[in-house]
Structure formats: C-alpha cells, structure tokens
Nanobody, 121 residues
Framework: LYFVESGGGLVQPGGSLRLSCEAS????????IGWFRQAPGKDLEGISC????????NLMDSTKGRFTTSRDNAKNMAFLRIDSLTREDTANYYC???????????????WGRGTRVTVSS
C-alpha cells in the first residue's frame, strides 16, 4: 500500500485545512482509511477513521468536532478537514488503511512521508 498525503502547509491559528490522501497501487474503496499525526517530540496519535461504507469514527478521546473525514472512492482519495486550528495541531499527518475496517486501523505501520501542518501566526 502506498499513499501520497498532501495539503499541509503554514496556517494561522483559527484557520482550516483540507488534507488529501491519494492511494497508489490499490483500490482505496476496499479499505477503511485512518488519519494519524505525529507532533514534534510526541508519539503517533490517531485522529479519525472512515469506514468502507463512509462512517467516520473518532480515534481521539476528544476531537471537539474539528476533524471531518471523507472519501471519494472514484478518485481513489480520502480527505481530512481540520477546522479551528491551534498550535497544538502542528504535526506531520499520515494516512493508514486496513481492509478489515476501522477496528484494526491502529495496527497499520507502513507509513508514508505524510504532510506537514504548521499552525503559527
């Protein structure tokens, strides 16, 4: 499995971003897709997962409704929208996939390059 994550960049606090995840070499529609992030000096953290049927499942204890996952199977892509960005959202963001579903998404370990999000004024 190979992903190309994109859409990151420098954004001011309070802003929004939509990150993209393009699948390469496989049909994304057969997989649940998860979003993870790793902030500087911190462990990898699960954010959200979208099932094959399009149901979004939170992987964090509390997202406060700021993270929205979606998918476009026809384009072989998945998306993560982040609203009301704070400096604590500064991190590298990654996609993950599992054919079994979101219940197994935390077992993924074939990470790509990710896309960097920096929240700063």
């Amino acid at each position: 499995l190979y992903f190309v994550e994109s859409g990151g960049g420098l954004v001011q606090p309070g802003g929004s971003l939509r990150l993209s995840c393009e699948a390469s070499g496989f049909t994304l529609g057969y997989y649940a897709i998860g979003w993870f992030r790793q902030a500087p000096g911190k462990d990898l953290e699960g954010i959200s997962c979208i099932s094959k049927s399009g149901e979004s499942i939170n992987l964090m204890d509390s997202t406060k409704g700021r993270f929205t996952t979606s998918r476009d199977n026809a384009k072989n892509m998945a998306f993560l929208r982040i609203d009301s960005l704070t400096r604590e959202d500064t991190a590298n963001y990654y996609c993950a996939a599992d054919p079994r579903g979101c219940e197994s998404i935390r077992e993924y370990n074939d990470w790509g390059r990710g896309t960097r999000v920096t929240v700063s004024s």
